[in-house]
C-alpha cells in the first residue's frame, strides 16, 4: 500500500549507458524491465533560478523517475516518519520515487535539466500538495 512506502523504498537505477568515441548514449524505455513502471508521461525542468525548488508534493498512484539531464541537484524524501537527501548529476542514473513519498527537488546547479518519467497521466486528483494532507494520507498523526 502507498501508505506504508518509506524513503529508503525510493532507488537509484542505474540506466543502460553505451560508451562510443563519439559519445555516450543511454537508451530509457519500457522494454528490457529496468524501469519499475511503464511511462505513461514525459516532461523536464530547466532554467530553475538560483536558491527555487521545485515540486514539494507526494503523489497517490503515480510513480515518477528523475534523471538530471544536465547539471545537479537535490531530492529531499519525507515518509512523513524521516527524510533523506539524494544528490543526482549522472544522466545515466535515475531516481525512482514511488507514491506515497513527498519529494522536493533544491539546490540545482546552473543550467540543470531534470527529466521526469512517470507511470500516469497527468491527474491533479492523485496530486497531494499540502503537507498536513500528506500526513493524514500517511495516517501519520502530528
Not at 545515466?92 to 546552473?110: D, K, M, R, T, Y
Amino acid at each position: 500500500m502507498n501508505r506504508e512506502l518509506k524513503i529508503y523504498d525510493c532507488d537509484l537505477i542505474q540506466l543502460p549507458k553505451i560508451n562510443a568515441a563519439s559519445g555516450s548514449l543511454t537508451i530509457v524505455d519500457n522494454e528490457g524491465g529496468i524501469l519499475p513502471f511503464e511511462v505513461k508521461r514525459v516532461f523536464y525542468l530547466y532554467d530553475i533560478p538560483a536558491a527555487k525548488s521545485r515540486g514539494a508534493h507526494a503523489h497517490k498512484e503515480c510513480h515518477q523517475l528523475l534523471i538530471a539531464l544536465s547539471g545537479a541537484f537535490e531530492v529531499l524524501l519525507d515518509d512523513g516518519q524521516a527524510k533523506r537527501t539524494v544528490f543526482i548529476n549522472q544522466p545515466f542514473l535515475g531516481l525512482h520515487i514511488p507514491p506515497g513519498i513527498w519529494a522536493s527537488e533544491q539546490n540545482f546547479s546552473s543550467g540543470s535539466i531534470c527529466l521526469v518519467l512517470t507511470s500516469e497521466e497527468f491527474d491533479e486528483e492523485d496530486y497531494i500538495r499540502e503537507y498536513e494532507e500528506f500526513l493524514s494520507f500517511k495516517g501519520i498523526e502530528k
